[in-house]
């Protein structure tokens, strides 16, 4: 009997166990109440580690926020809907002007006689340079064959062609004066025949593929000028060789 009450009050009071439990609830509890609480950053700090003492708990360690300036915020964070610069596209408009310089300065020092001397203009748009030869310089009155003077230049321009990547394209114009021959039934065959005749004679230049190249009539629906004047016609008489701006110019 006596060794029995001796092994009862060798153990932990009972009470104890009970007494755990409610410091683990309500250990538990202040946790909840402290997670859903908008706490002081500095005043969790020095109230922390006394907590954390009471429960025989190790030192809390705290880690200092990363600071981010709005200024580097800017230069991270991508706005919605913004978009990255396209370099490629400044790229391509780069390689484009210098390629578009460099075929000028060539048809310049080619045809330096023809400009000089207004039988040909330089006309230099955003996509393409175009050519252009008054019809009397290049063709006799209501005829499609072209004149002996002109065979040279046409053939300085095919070797300029050639050196290019670009899509060539001829055009014939005439004024509004109607024309009914054998050969030509009316300014629409007559404009399309010059245009032709022009192609057959630059791709008889070997480096200048016929996949390149094309020719179109327009009669006088695309005048320069109104055709109320025998100047104003001669204006208008004319054929337009037109090479897009390629990306590269060979040079010899």
Request: hydrophobic letters at 40%; aromatic letters at 6%.
């Amino acid at each position: 009997m006596a060794d029995k009450t001796k092994s009862r009050r060798n153990g932990a009071p009972a009470w104890l166990m009970t007494f755990a439990d409610l410091m683990a609830l309500l250990f538990a509890l202040f946790v909840l109440i402290l997670s859903f609480s908008d706490v002081d950053s500095d005043s969790f700090k020095r109230n922390a580690g006394p907590i954390a003492a009471a429960f025989n708990q190790p030192q809390p360690v705290f880690m200092n926020p990363i600071q981010i300036s709005p200024q580097s915020k800017s230069q991270v964070i991508q706005q919605p809907g913004e978009r990255t610069p396209d370099t490629s596209s400044s790229n391509n408009n780069y390689l484009k002007e210098v390629a578009r310089n460099k075929l000028t300065n060539l048809i310049k020092a080619t045809i330096a006689r023809e400009l000089s001397t207004d039988m040909l203009e330089l006309i230099i748009e955003d996509n393409r340079i175009i050519m252009r030869f008054p019809a009397h310089s290049a063709f006799r009155a209501g005829d499609a064959n072209l004149t002996p003077s002109i065979v040279p230049t046409m053939d300085r321009i095919a070797d300029i062609l050639a050196r290019t990547e670009g899509r060539v394209t001829v055009t014939g114009h005439t004024d509004n004066s109607p024309i009914s021959t054998a050969q030509f039934r009316s300014n629409w065959d007559l404009s399309s025949a010059r245009a032709v005749s022009v192609i057959h004679r630059l791709l008889r230049h070997p480096g200048l593929s016929p996949k390149r190249v094309e020719a179109s009539g327009r009669a006088d629906t695309q005048p320069l000028v109104a055709n109320n004047s025998a100047e104003n016609r001669v204006r208008n008489r004319r054929v337009e060789i037109a090479v897009e701006i390629p990306t590269s110019v060979t040079a010899r």
